[in-house]
Structures are given as C-alpha cells and as structure tokens.
C-alpha cells in the first residue's frame, strides 16, 4: 500500500526567509513522488515530480524538492520565500510498479508573512 | 487551467434535486478521476476512468453517479445529496502510460447542498 505523510498542518515563514514543507512517503517498490499547490478557490497546479535522475528536481516558480531514499522523503524547499507562494501544498506518490492513481498527502498551509 | 475544464464553477442545490457536474480534458490523456475536497479533510478520491472503464470506485454512496462517455468527457450526475456532500469537487486527468502520470486538475467545483 501507498501513503504519503506531511507532518505540519501549517508553516510560517518570513518573506525573504528559506522554506521547507515536508514530505515522507511509503511504498513497496521505487517512487513516483510530485508535489501540488492550490491557491484559494482554484484546483491543484502541478510543482514538480521526481522519476528518477537527479535526487534533487526543480520546479515551477522557484520551487525545487530533494529525493532522500534512505530517508524516503521528498521535501519541498525554496531559497527565498514570496508572500504570493501562500498556499495549501499536497505531496503525491504512486508506486512505479502498477497502475494506480496517485495518492495524495493531507496538505500543509504555507503562510508566507512581509 | 485551460487543460482540463470544469462547469459549472459553482452549484447550490436541495436534496432533492437532480443536477450534473461536468468536466473536459484538452490534454489528450486516458485517464479522468472525480476527487472531493471537504474543509479541514484530506482529497478523497471517488472515481477513476482509465480509457472510459470505471476501475475504482472508493466506496462512494450511489447519489453519486459517474459517467465517462469519452476519453476527454467526464460527468458526474447528482441526486438527493446531503448536506456534507458540500464540497469542492475536483477533476483530473493523467496519461497512463510513460514516465509521466502527473495529474492535470481543473478548477474545480464548489458544491452546496441546501
């Protein structure tokens, strides 16, 4: 079985300051793992997703996530916060082997404040 | 967000109306799934099509009917809703095949049941 944990429910951070939104995951074999964001009364845009390659992927407006194995997280990060990067993020994941839909995380809120 | 459509954008009904929510994929993918969205819950998802067969279906009441008349249509009929049926209600689609499967959402729609 898949599963996909984000710890915090909230994250502040100053604007200008350095984010992480964290991210672990669990299944049997190797990972597909994305990342989301959804901005108030709009669907789910898609970040940016790990396959295989380098362990550390960029993405979408600055954004860019490490691939830990050994730890089997996949934390999102950004260098310099912007209080537009407000959001509610969701971290995917669906097992390379099979067919199945990606299985979403709870989602973290991310308060950017100036 | 033009990728993948959704109307209307929002929906107020009574329990014992009928009503239809749609969706519409320009992305030329073979997958479509029905996903809600409560305050403060985790995405649910309801319904997946992969090439126009239903092939989940997460234990969701039968006032709650899909329909998938083609790879790029997605409907999802409503009748007698209850009142925490009020959601969001998310479409997406994907292309099961490759490296890829991110899927794509439209803006979703927001569903009061009155």
């Known amino acids: 079985a898949q599963s996909v944990a984000q710890p915090e429910d909230q994250v502040n951070v100053a604007e200008g300051n350095p984010l992480t939104v964290k991210c672990t995951y669990s299944?049997?074999?190797?990972?597909?793992l994305f990342w989301y964001v959804q901005y108030p009364n709009r669907g789910l845009q898609f970040l940016l997703k790990?396959?295989?390659?380098?362990?550390l992927v960029k993405g979408s407006y600055g954004f860019e996530a490490e691939f830990n194995k050994s730890q089997t997280s996949f934390h999102l990060k950004k260098p310099s916060a912007l209080v537009s990067d407000s959001a509610l993020y969701f971290c995917?994941?669906?097992?390379?082997?099979?067919?199945?839909?990606?299985?979403f995380g709870k989602g973290t809120r991310l308060s950017v404040i100036a | 967000e033009t990728g993948v459509t959704q109307t209307p954008r929002h929906l107020v009904m009574g329990m014992t109306n009928k009503k239809s929510l749609k969706c519409e994929q320009h992305l030329g993918h073979n997958a479509m799934y029905w996903y809600k969205q409560s305050a403060k819950k985790p995405l649910e998802l309801m319904f997946v099509y992969s090439l126009e067969e239903r092939v989940e279906n997460n234990s969701v009441p039968s006032r709650f009917s899909p329909e998938c008349p083609n790879s790029s249509h997605l409907f999802l009929h409503l009748h007698t809703l209850q009142p925490e049926d009020s959601a969001l209600y998310l479409c997406?689609?994907?292309?099961?095949?490759?490296?890829?499967?991110?899927?794509?959402f439209g803006p979703g729609t927001r569903l009061t049941v009155t």
């Open positions: 299944v049997s074999g190797n990972p597909y």
């Open positions: 997406a689609s994907s292309q099961l095949a490759g490296d890829s499967y991110e899927q794509y």
């Open positions: 790990y396959i295989t390659g380098d362990n």
């Open positions: 995917a994941v669906r097992d390379k082997s099979g067919n199945t839909p990606l299985v």
